[in-house]
């Protein structure tokens, strides 16, 4: 462990990593979230698209493999793409569900107030579904980084899963074994930070509404 800490080798590796889950955990976030919202409030939209989404789901992101390297080729785009994907449906069917366990009661009493779209999801959607969309955040934040070494080792040529792979081609199983341990800490940080995040927004939306 210190042999690649001192030569750089770790943290080449661990930060390449560390962008690829940030980029497309990011990206599934942002188009997950809002997605799952719309979902839970358009019906017609939810009967259209939940077949599809259902479909897609259950297909292991490394089922993609092939396919992200025929579309985006070597390097970060195919590895980030599949990362993406574990993240996106979670997301979408947590916020989704979410939204449909509010109590319609608080929508009409938005409506009896006048709120606007802004206010109903600013002020009634977001502080109601935190709590589901944070656990499902920990959870999605844990797949992502287990999907990012599998596609390391095949993908790409840096991050931890190619660190393992390579260490394995050249028997250095004391590598294979440093970076097992970093990705267990790594995994352990991350729950930390979502958990803290969590509280926060927790916080900061229920200080909002009051």
Known sequence: MLELIGNGTLLRHTVASLFRVTAGFY?????????GILLGRISMLWAFLNPVIQFLRPISPLAWIPL???WFGIGDPPAIFL???ASFFPMVVSTTIAVHNINPIYFQVAANFNFSRKEIIARLIFPAIIPEVVTALRLTVTIAWLVVVAAEMIAVRSGLGYLILDARNALRMDYVM????????IGLVLDHI????????????GAKVR
Do not use: C, H, T, Y
Request: charged share 10%.
């Open 178 to 185: 440093d970076g097992m341990i970093v990705i267990g800490l």
């Open 83 to 85: 990362i993406f994907l």
């Open 27 to 35: 990206l599934a976030v942002l188009l997950g979230v809002p997605l």
């Open 68 to 70: 992200a390297m025929l």
């Open 194 to 205: 979502m958990k803290r995040l969590g509280n926060i927004e927790s916080a900061q939306w």
